[in-house]
């Protein structure tokens, strides 16, 4: 029987801030033997000679170059180098997705999340990790919370400055920032400083490479429990209220690596929340009105979920070619043709759709829905308290009704 073999897996070479001389001498025999070394343009360049070897610096854009500059290395040797850990936001992740597990081999060095815990001394489940590499820092704002511990894998030199600029216009002024500079390296630096000195130019020079620790001291956050205070969000009354909004949280029950439809989607509020729940989590917020569209944009970035998807058009025509949802929350327009069948359509098995109406179509269209389904059908009643002259009374809002449908499995 002829057995076939596979390609060999492309080895991703973890290197310190030390450079070569810090790689262990089995890895450089592996990087020195390679047909093909892949490399930052920094890495490739502190690599003694190799005759003959081909060496490639990472394509720009990475993820449009990364695959054809793959497929012309044919079943070439290839060795990647990148920095510490590859595992840790690193090219070692994104090879690994686009090649799978089995073509990939990842031999890293001591990660700088590891360095730097080690020189603040906090524990690795007590800070939690954010990174900024080439992302928007506003991800920073979910993770607010006095006392909080936050190591931050800065793109560049300007991070901190962006980072105290976040904090201080969040009320976060007094947290304070170390800069832990080459870690790892002969030339390892640290500074400290506050978020509101930082921004008054505390700091001279930033190193390039550094990751920032930062010790947050502000107002209580939010919180990760779905039904944050309507107050959180910019609206113009467009808004799936605060305990309607944690009633369709639980049932949507958003889960890490999840994608969340939010048809009708007003402030984005419930995709939002459903962001918030996980780093991971992802959702498409679809809006009709343009105005309300950018609304969603502007809560999404101020709550620490900017890459929220904002689709402006109206469902079910916008609905077309989005990725699937695995849940789906409909808070406006169910009763527009086309709209409930294609949500329910688009669901695969364990999919769960929650339909929120306030008026008599809505609610007729719901209960047909429950009667051809099932799901479970309700209605919500939300009284609060609010001053009746000199008294005080109970002011109902309107009732809502809520259909809530969850594929089997």
């Known amino acids: 029987m002829k057995v076939e073999t596979s390609p060999p897996p492309i080895t991703v070479v973890g290197v ?12 450089r025999a592996l990087v020195l033997t390679a047909e093909v070394v892949l490399g930052g343009r920094r890495h490739l360049a502190m690599l003694p000679d190799a005759p003959g070897q081909l060496r490639r610096a990472w394509p720009s854009p990475l993820r449009e170059g990364l695959g054809p500059l793959l ?4 079943s070439r040797r290839v060795v990647a180098l990148a920095s510490g ?6 090219i070692g992740t994104t090879l690994v997705a686009l090649l799978g597990t089995d073509a990939v081999r990842v031999e890293p060095a001591v990660s700088s999340v590891a360095l730097a815990r080690a020189r603040m001394g906090w524990s690795a489940h007590g800070c939690a990790v954010v990174s900024l590499v080439g992302r928007d820092p506003r991800l920073l704002m979910r993770e607010l919370s006095p006392g909080r511990r936050v190591l931050v894998l800065s793109s560049d030199a300007t991070t901190p400055g962006t980072v105290a600029a976040l904090l201080v216009g969040s009320g976060y002024g007094s947290s304070r920032l170390t800069v832990l500079g080459d870690l790892g390296s002969d030339t390892e630096s640290r500074s400290s400083t506050t978020a509101d000195d930082l921004l008054g130019g505390s700091f001279e020079k930033v190193p390039r490479l550094h990751v920032l620790a930062l010790e947050l001291s502000g107002p209580a956050g939010y919180g990760l429990v779905p039904g944050l205070p309507d107050a959180a969000f910019e609206h113009d009354g467009q808004l799936t209220k605060r305990d309607l909004r944690a009633s369709a949280l639980a049932r949507l029950a958003p889960s890490p690596g999840l994608h969340l439809w939010d048809v009708g989607a007003g402030a984005g509020s419930v995709a939002v929340e459903w962001m918030r729940a996980h780093p991971s989590c992802a959702a498409t917020a679809v809006e009709a009105d343009p105005g ?10 101020r709550l620490g979920v900017p890459g929220l998807r904002v689709v402006t058009g109206r ?3 916008a609905l077309t070619g989005l990725d699937a949802p695995d849940a789906v929350f409909v808070g406006g327009g169910a009763t527009r043709p086309g709209v409930l069948d294609t949500c329910l359509e688009a669901l695969g098995p364990g999919g769960r759709i929650v339909v929120h109406g ?3 179509e809505t609610e007729h269209l719901l209960a047909e829905a429950y009667r051809r389904h099932g799901g479970e059908l309700s209605r919500l009643a939300v009284e609060t308290a609010a001053p009746v002259g000199t008294f005080t009374g109970w002011t109902p809002a309107r009732t809502v009704t809520q ?4 594929r089997d499995r």
């Open 315 to 317: 469902a079910p025509d």
């Open 358 to 360: 306030v008026t008599l």
């Open 403 to 406: 259909w809530y449908l969850s």
């Open 85 to 90: 850990d590859p595992l840790v936001s690193g």
């Open 292 to 301: 309300r569209a950018e609304r969603i944009g502007r809560n999404a970035g």
């Open 71 to 74: 497929d012309s290395l044919e």
């Open 16 to 27: 310190g801030a030390d450079g070569w001389a810090g790689v262990p001498e089995r890895l």
